[in-house]
């Protein structure tokens, strides 16, 4: 069984700064993509950061230099550092990974249980 686990969410005023936390735990090969999606009330669920395996790097433009995704492939976990937050960004954050299990194995996608972020004064 492969599980992320989450972390990190909480209640902050605007301008200020979270750190989220997702390590996928359980029998894995590896872990190729990893991102990190987010859900307002009444909205659709977006995309806010992935990264490859190798770094690379992508944001949705409402984030572009304000948060940062990383991660860390010994720990099998992704990190998202949101600064400068606005009101805007309340949402229920989730990651997800794209998981190989077993050398042999396909890849299958796994999503976290969501963490809130509210912003609010």
């Known amino acids: 069984q492969v599980q992320l686990v989450e972390s990190g969410g909480g209640l902050v005023q605007p301008g200020g700064s979270l750190r989220l936390s997702c390590a996928a735990s359980?029998?894995?090969?590896?872990?190729?993509?990893m991102g990190w999606y987010r859900q307002a009330p009444g909205k659709e669920r977006e995309l806010v950061a992935t990264?490859?395996?190798?770094?690379?790097?992508n944001y949705a433009d409402s984030v572009k230099g304000r948060f940062t995704i990383s991660r860390d492939n010994a720990k099998n976990a992704v990190y998202l550092q949101m600064n400068s937050l606005k009101p805007e960004d309340t949402a229920v954050y989730c990651c997800?990974?794209?998981?190989?299990?077993?050398?042999?194995?396909?890849?299958?996608?796994?999503w976290g249980q969501g963490t809130q972020v509210t912003v609010s004064s």
């Open positions: 997800n990974a794209d998981i190989i299990k077993t050398n042999w194995g396909s890849m299958t996608t796994r």
């Open positions: 359980g029998i894995i090969f590896r872990v190729n993509a």
């Open positions: 990264i490859t395996s190798g770094g690379i790097t």
